[in-house]
Antibody
Framework: EVQLVQSGGGLVQPGGSLRLSCAASGFTFSNHWIHWVRQAPGKGLVWLSNSDRNVAHIFTVDSLKGRVTISSDNAKNTLYLQVNNLSAEDTAVYYC??????????WGQGTLVTVSS | DIVMTQSPDSLAVSLGERATIKCRSSQSVLHSSNNQDSLTWYQQKPGQPPKLLIYGTSTRESGVPDRFSGSGSGTDFILTIDSLQAEDVAVYYCQQYYSPPFTFGQGTKLEIK
């Protein structure tokens, strides 16, 4: 089955950092771009960033620039999103999704990040 | 950044009737290279990730019922759900993938009347 499996969410203190994982299962990232989207509780979807598997081409929204690091482990078919200096406004479910051929699919199951003291 | 605006914010439609959701982009999302609009529609139910319904404005994703259809061009797009079913209750989002950031509309909540 083609799917993305996410991990790494949890409770983080303000000012802290979190690294989220997005692992491909049933396919390789070879021609895919990975996109990151988040959704604050009860709110809409917000696109954050995208990257190719080699992390050679990255675009990040202005609101996160300087706080985001994207990395990859091609041997594990996994991409990582690290967000630093977290605040309560970063509390959200974070999703990864692949993009190829005009299609954003599949999506990961999402991982909840809660920023609170 | 391209701003995506959906209307209405919420919609109540009777079972078996048609639901229409509009999406407007602040600038054209038409790629001249392939003459295709970079516009996608999603359905999201509580506690679930978005589900791809339509891409390229009007191409239905495999497995999506044919009562879902997309239309439009340039800056104005429509998602139509014919013969509404109970399982269609959800929030629907449009998204442009013409240029980053690949912005979403604010969402339209669809309910049964």
């Amino acid at each position: 089955e083609v799917q993305l499996v996410q991990s790494g969410g949890g409770l983080v203190q303000p000012g802290g950092s979190l690294r989220l994982s997005c692992a491909a299962s049933g396919f390789t990232f070879s021609n895919h771009w990975i996109h990151w989207v988040r959704q604050a509780p009860g709110k809409g979807l917000v696109w954050l960033s995208n990257s190719d598997r080699n992390v050679a081409h990255i675009f990040t929204v202005d609101s996160l620039k300087g706080r985001v690091t994207i990395s990859s482990d091609n041997a594990k078919n996994t991409l990582y999103l690290q967000v630093n200096n977290l605040s309560a406004e970063d509390t959200a479910v974070y999703y990864c999704a692949t993009f190829v051929g005009g299609r954003f699919d599949p999506w990961g199951q999402g991982t909840l990040v809660t920023v609170s003291s | 950044d391209i701003v995506m605006t959906q209307s209405p914010d919420s919609l109540a439609v009777s079972l078996g009737e048609r639901a229409t959701i509009k999406c407007r982009s602040s600038q054209s999302v038409l790629h001249s290279s392939n003459n295709q609009d970079s516009l996608t529609w999603y359905q999201q139910k509580p506690g679930q990730p978005p589900k791809l319904l339509i891409y390229g404005t009007s191409t239905r994703e495999s497995g999506v019922p044919d009562r879902f259809s997309g239309s439009g061009s340039g800056t104005d797009f429509i998602l139509t759900i014919d013969s509404l079913q109970a399982e269609d209750v959800a929030v629907y989002y449009c998204q442009q993938y013409y240029s980053p950031p690949f912005t979403f509309g604010q969402g339209t909540k669809l309910e049964i009347k």
